[in-house]
């Protein structure tokens, strides 16, 4: 059987859908040596990242503009990934719910969220233009639909009308990173690159306008000015903040570090106070269960996948009050015993996710989705 796997979502820094390409990527070929797997990339400027595949694998990179690609597969249909990797597929899976046009496969699409519906004027100009318009057509012609929460599965039955039938719910999991224990040097080897303290708040995540970094920024000061003993400093991880562009004048204990590898964000968990999540909405919301899997007690919104992903393990904000998300940050800072407990609860909750598991049950669906 010959598989096809958008992979271009983990060609450059992946995050979020990129890290779950790439988790997928790496663990399914062992899962299935009977099987072939054909990895797409396409890029003008980036080529994918070398790296050692069993031979089961053929990794198909092509020198094309990626936006005039989308467009052409989006809207036309067109050209077949069949043509562009000189293969015929069983089965094309596409790691976001827009398909990968394949001649005679079956189709699967993966569901993240779908906010770009419900708030289409605070996406991205592609996404506005392309998924919202779209993504109900494709999502009708695939075969089958993954998705990463039970929050994100009944979104897609309610705005999408997919049958139940359609819909495998396969969670994202946990890199071993996160698990792993981490030697005191390494902790403070980054501490001391990145010029941060002991027991900061970190953020992990985009800048997109879901993620409420305002709120968080507006509630983080509310409560540094409100707090009669020294509040620890708010670290941003994540690929392009404003903040480190110079887009708004947030004082000093407000620090944005950009982009850091897997290796880099555990070390600092490790060396931290709490995580905070305040996002108006999550289809899962990875760094939640990384901090958790890392015993960092976690901070994040009521509702939406966050609520599911924490478990119970977590304290929940309301992500529209400033006050409710600072209040939620002081209460974790303040109180030993709730920080503990979440560190605990955590732990166990966070062994629900776990990327080879996700991977066995994307293999089941597949051989459900050709077996139909």
Same mark, same amino acid.
């Given at each position: 059987?010959?598989?096809?796997?958008?992979?271009?979502?983990?060609?450059?820094?992946?995050?979020?859908?990129?890290?779950?390409? %790439?988790?997928?990527?790496?663990?399914?070929?062992?899962?299935?040596?009977?099987? &072939?797997?054909?990895?797409?990339?396409?890029?003008?400027?980036?080529?994918?990242?070398?790296?050692?595949?069993?031979?089961?694998?053929?990794?198909?990179?092509? &020198?094309?503009?990626?936006?005039?690609?989308?467009?052409?597969?989006?809207?036309?249909?067109?050209?077949?990934?069949?043509?562009?990797?000189?293969?015929?597929?069983?089965?094309? &899976?596409?790691?976001?719910?827009?398909?990968?046009?394949?001649?005679?496969?079956?189709?699967?699409?993966?569901?993240?969220?779908?906010?770009?519906?419900?708030?289409?004027?605070?996406?991205?100009?592609?996404?506005?233009?392309?998924?919202?318009?779209?993504?109900?057509?494709?999502?009708?012609?695939?075969?089958?639909?993954?998705?990463?929460?039970?929050?994100?599965?009944?979104?897609?039955?309610?705005?999408?009308?997919?049958?139940?039938?359609?819909?495998?719910?396969?969670?994202?999991?946990?890199?071993?990173?996160?698990?792993?224990?981490?030697?005191?040097?390494?902790?403070?080897?980054?501490?001391?690159?990145?010029?941060?303290?002991?027991?900061?708040?970190?953020?992990?995540?985009?800048?997109?306008?879901?993620?409420?970094?305002?709120?968080?920024?507006?509630?983080?000061?509310?409560?540094?000015?409100?707090?009669?003993?020294?509040?620890?400093?708010?670290? %941003?991880?994540?690929?392009?903040?404003?903040?480190?562009?110079?887009?708004?004048?947030?004082?000093?204990?407000?620090?944005?570090?950009?982009?850091?590898?897997?290796?880099?964000?555990?070390?600092?968990?490790?060396?931290?106070?709490?995580?905070?999540?305040?996002?108006?909405?999550?289809?899962?919301?990875?760094?939640?269960?990384?901090?958790?899997?890392?015993?960092?007690?976690?901070?994040?919104?009521?509702?939406?996948?966050?609520?599911?992903?924490?478990?119970?393990?977590?304290?929940?904000?309301?992500?529209?009050?400033?006050?409710?998300?600072?209040?939620?940050?002081?209460?974790?800072?303040?109180?030993?015993?709730?920080?503990?407990? &979440?560190?605990?609860?955590?732990?166990?909750?966070?062994?629900?996710?776990?990327?080879?598991?996700?991977?066995?049950?994307?293999?089941?669906?597949?051989?459900?989705?050709?077996?139909?």
């Amino acid at each position: 059987m010959n598989i096809g796997i958008d992979v271009r979502p983990s060609l450059v820094r992946p995050t979020g859908v990129g890290s779950y390409v %790439l988790a997928l990527a790496q663990r399914l070929p062992a899962s299935a040596p009977d099987h &072939h797997f054909y990895y797409f990339s396409a890029s003008l400027r980036d080529r994918y990242p070398i790296r050692t595949w069993p031979s089961n694998v053929t990794l198909v990179d092509r &020198h094309l503009p990626v936006r005039a690609l989308n467009f052409a597969w989006n809207r036309l249909g067109w050209p077949s990934l069949d043509m562009l990797a000189r293969a015929h597929f069983d089965l094309v &899976h596409s790691p976001h719910p827009l398909l990968v046009p394949a001649r005679k496969a079956k189709h699967i699409v993966t569901i993240h969220d779908l906010f770009f519906l419900k708030h289409p004027e605070m996406t991205e100009d592609e996404i506005r233009r392309d998924y919202a318009p779209l993504v109900p057509k494709h999502v009708r012609r695939a075969d089958g639909v993954i998705c990463v929460s039970e929050h994100t599965a009944s979104e897609a039955r309610l705005l999408l009308d997919v049958p139940p039938a359609k819909i495998a719910v396969i969670p994202n999991g946990v890199d071993p990173v996160y698990r792993a224990p981490i030697a005191p040097e390494a902790v403070d080897a980054v501490l001391a690159r990145r010029r941060l303290p002991r027991g900061a708040i970190l953020y992990v995540g985009s800048e997109e306008r879901r993620k409420n970094l305002i709120n968080l920024a507006m509630a983080y000061m509310g409560l540094a000015r409100r707090r009669r003993k020294p509040t620890p400093p708010l670290v %941003l991880i994540g690929p392009g903040s404003w903040w480190a562009q110079g887009g708004t004048d947030v004082g000093p204990q407000i620090r944005a570090v950009g982009y850091l590898e897997t290796s880099e964000i555990r070390a600092l968990m490790a060396a931290s106070a709490l995580l905070v999540l305040p996002s108006l909405e999550e289809g899962f919301g990875l760094p939640v269960a990384d901090a958790m899997a890392a015993g960092l007690p976690v901070v994040c919104s009521r509702g939406s996948a966050l609520e599911e992903v924490a478990g119970g393990a977590a304290t929940l904000v309301n992500p529209l009050d400033t006050k409710s998300i600072a209040d939620g940050i002081e209460r974790v800072l303040d109180d030993a015993a709730l920080a503990e407990e &979440h560190r605990r609860k955590g732990l166990e909750q966070s062994r629900k996710f776990d990327w080879d598991t996700t991977a066995a049950r994307t293999l089941e669906f597949y051989r459900r989705v050709l077996g139909s």
